[in-house]
């Protein structure tokens, strides 16, 4: 049994602590938070639960064998890196931090004392996502020409933090877990309503070494919710739904065939009519996916990571790669889409 | 009765013969095309038609009052000029001309003369769009936050022009219709997967000199089809999705409260849980649609124009405005989404 | 080319018109409808097919080789009669007639005359429903436990005949053409909402000889338009939804497993948690389907068992037996449900 | 405080002892279930409350105010009358009994004991529901003309009870609390799948005595599931989806126009052509529901009626009512749909 303490009971602790707790391999130690009532609620709930209102606390008792952080972002890394100087192995919510920089010295700080780093890029871990890998490495899909997202709904807005870094930072996580290339360039739109408050309508095109794009886009202030990624690729195209109760991810045979072809005219006019795209239109497939809540798949990892010693499928480098295109994507927001490079 | 010449028997052209036809104020009395095989079809539906290869004659026939133009838009300058030249009426396909120049010498030319020059902005004259307007008129949506507007579908690939000014042209001519504001600038980004053909995957942005922005995104390579608007405003918010059969429009009476707050705790650590803003989540609405044919409202009206010597609602300023963006917007893409100014 | 006359230019008739002159195996001589407002609109359309509100004159004109009646079900028989004694081939609106008895004799009449009798079951001609027969003919469904159909909208009321003779004979017509098996009994059950008129809502059960049971309802007083069509088999269930634009069928692999259980429990309360019935799920798929016209499709094999003396699809035998079915469904709707034996 | 034992922890139990707990008014002292493994999970989550595998112990508790009952519905009977005796107030799951005259003797003993006796009819509680009653109660929908339902899935197959127990008896438990008629007959069909268990599909048609109709659709073996009603007014009509995240109720502002008209042909031909009735169709619109958990508000009534002694609105003679169709119905499918009359 790994003896966890988690740091913040807010929104998304609670799912924390119950997967910890129905793991089988952990066992939530302490809960930490600075609202009474929310520690009340985990007495409430999990009697056998130490409770504080000091994270501080949390992190140096010595019965704690990791740390879960589920704060706000601008306190993860001082939260992390005080875990980590404990000598306890760390989980962080996404995104990692608030600076490529403050992430490298985690991973640093991580790689030195042979501890466990891991971000909760809870996305990677569904069992869609990690269909449509399966389908990108076998090549299913082809070559892919476009990944593009649409994350919309109304709220909930975040005082420190802008749409992008609250709701782009899902889709940044699945193209990184599913595609090798790196982006080498972002361009980045947006525009706040809220006197004094970040953006909370963002656009952002991510451009590769190659004839593909990524685009996402995210709004907290949406009528309607909805969660729906198009994939392109040259043999298949891939739309995931992750609002759809059972078919989550539908593959469709389609796309277009190129074929060489002579203008069939001598005017202007006639010439515009020739074409040498065909259009493939085959059966459409929605595979059954496995079904487990992505935060046990996950808590089951982080588990075996630090019995192994292995390296997590989200570990500090992935979530680094993450912050990195956040920070690039908010300078290019600031210049209305100009476009910045990334290392 | 008006008295229309049509040029192009395409994609588009047999809508055009088939409204003049049945609008009961206007007949058809010459249709030309380069292909035989599109006249001799002309021909089996209206034996009474006159057809011609030769645009030329149709354009300088005394019996033609009007021309509508309905080829490629490489060709909508030269056509539309001949036409003006003529002393003929001109109705013609969006996007008007291939650059602004072009749109503006046919607005002078059509002045000078005194005749109507009308570009095809179909979109403007559904029983969706007017609603929305007259909600924006009305006041209804409260000041407007967002429109942001998704075009996707498989084909129909273009060899002369890019995506854009195939698909995003409709939402740039709806904006105009129904927003007041001018866009003061705009950003784009865009790839091919076609080597030698133009951008099929587009993404769109417009700035406007307010805390209000606009987005596009059109694609020629989707699996699935996709005609879906939101515009977002403080009062209200609005779903447009024209494939809906009957509830095209849906009207949410949802949106943000924003209230003063104090700061309710000393720490970094709590003050972030502090928010000020409030959400309203009311009735939904789909209003009824007066269910009229677009094109057939789209020729009373050019016939209209044609007898009172009035403005059309898409006359050449108009489509001058939405050339402006599209080759604005051309240009951004060129710069992988570099904001270029609009005049 | 076969010489076809059309009795009937309604609702229906224009669509038979149009595809027997777009088929390029027949042409359509002459066109007879007791309004001349709709005789007009032919030959505005068409002006080279000859028009009469007398289809006594229609039936006997030698230049005519088959008569297409689209006209109220009340005069199927007496035109279909009168056209077979003048030597014509015929086909008939669904459904055949309005009795079984009338039918009979169309049948001993076509066939003593060597005449082609087919009556128009669109639906057996789609794409969508000859890929099911082909699934239920390869066994791909495993053993029907069910068909369970769907069919509602506001309108069109008909004065002559209830709903089920309008709506359930689409279901009729494509169970017929899809199972081997025929119904045993009928129940139906309905109530009509307008004084004086046909009933508008009813609902149909059909029992088979073994455990499998077929269900219809029809509505004329829905405020949404629903086609939905569930079949159920013991391998895989197919969602047949005839208003989804591109994938109309969907099967999915899933179902029930039966394997032997021993109670685990003494008292009664512990027996019912027993079951011996697992679950079964698997993937779905949406097969590309023939997009060709169902109109066209079934034109065409008018014209060929035509010319081949060849047995059609929807002969008099399977309008019979869909005929057969409604006379029995109306008796038992008179008598709330009481089960009504097939022959 | 009331104090509750619930009995049966299995599908259902979980929800009822977590929503006691959370009401604020009561709490759940003792769980009893036969399962050994389910009193082990009752114990984890709630390490306070006692757990028993003997019923019998729990109910003559002196401790306990009122009993939950969450088993099959063969035990309902037994177990509640054992807690009426032991002067208990009694919460049963739907449906009440497994016949009339056992929740006829319920009615009484409880009656007779001034207990309160509550049915669990869960969707009366629902937000849509409620807002469905007063669309009727106001007069909104007009004359109701039908009432048509349709819920399928696949699974859970009770070994106990057949379809229409298990699925109908939630619309046969909504009718009876948003209208005021009664029904006077039942007819009813459906069918088995797996030898010797209940059938698992099944229709249910209910006459009432005026031009009203109800149709009920359950299916244990759909491939997909569906929570579908049609309420059809002559004023109004309204789709109430169970399924839709937040729109489940639309309320359609269409229907019929009946006027006189008069025949306008002499001939039989020409006479079908006459109608008399007109269509209409406005608006659609979607009220904003309240969202608080259905069992939350049902179990806060039941601890209301406990306090004031008031009457249930879903009490013994409502689970009366249901269980007496049910019985009806059950016969009426014993007979193939032959209708049977109800007192």
Not at 148 to 158: C, I, M, T, W, Y
Not at 166 to 177: K, Y
Not at 186 to 192: E, K, L, N, P, Q
Not at 214 to 223: D, G, K, R, T
């Amino acid at each position: 049994m790994v003896s966890v303490g988690v740091i913040g009971y807010g929104y998304w602790g609670p799912n924390l602590v119950r997967n910890f707790q129905e793991s089988g391999v952990a066992r939530v130690t302490a809960v930490s938070d600075l609202s009474q009532g929310r520690l009340d609620l985990v007495r409430g709930r999990y009697p056998t639960i130490m409770t504080t209102p000091d994270h501080a606390a949390l992190i140096t008792r010595p019965d704690v064998d990791a740390v879960a952080i589920a704060t706000p972002v601008g306190t993860h890394y001082d939260l992390a890196l005080s875990a980590l100087r404990a000598g306890k192995h760390v989980f962080v919510e996404k995104p990692l931090t608030q600076t490529a920089e403050q992430s490298r010295r985690l991973i640093d700080e991580a790689e030195r004392r042979g501890l466990i780093l891991m971000v909760d890029h809870t996305f990677i871990y569904t069992g869609a996502v990690r269909k449509i890998k399966a389908l990108v490495d076998a090549g299913d899909l082809g070559e892919i020409y476009y990944y593009d997202s649409e994350r919309v709904n109304l709220g909930l807005f975040q005082p420190d933090v802008n749409v992008i870094w609250d709701l782009a930072v899902h889709d940044l996580a699945i193209m990184g877990f599913i595609f090798t290339e790196q982006p080498v360039a972002v361009s980045a739109t947006g525009i706040g309503h809220v006197p004094g408050k970040p953006a909370n309508v963002a656009y952002l095109t991510l451009y590769f070494d190659r004839p593909m794009i990524a685009h996402i886009n995210v709004n907290w202030l949406s009528p309607v919710k909805l969660r729906r990624t198009l994939i392109g690729g040259s043999r298949r195209m891939v739309v995931y739904d992750d609002l759809e109760p059972s078919e989550k991810i539908k593959i469709y045979d389609k796309g277009i065939e190129l074929s060489n072809g002579k203008p069939r005219g001598e005017s202007e006019l006639e010439r515009v009519y020739e074409t040498l795209i065909g259009y493939r239109s085959g059966d459409m497939h929605a595979p059954k996916l496995d079904g487990t809540e992505a935060l046990r798949r996950e808590v089951l990892h982080f588990v075996d990571c630090i019995r192994q010693g292995a390296r997590p499928e989200s570990g500090g480098e992935a979530g680094l790669a993450v912050v990195t295109i956040l920070e690039a994507a908010t300078r290019s927001m600031d210049a209305r889409g100009a476009p910045v490079e990334l290392p």
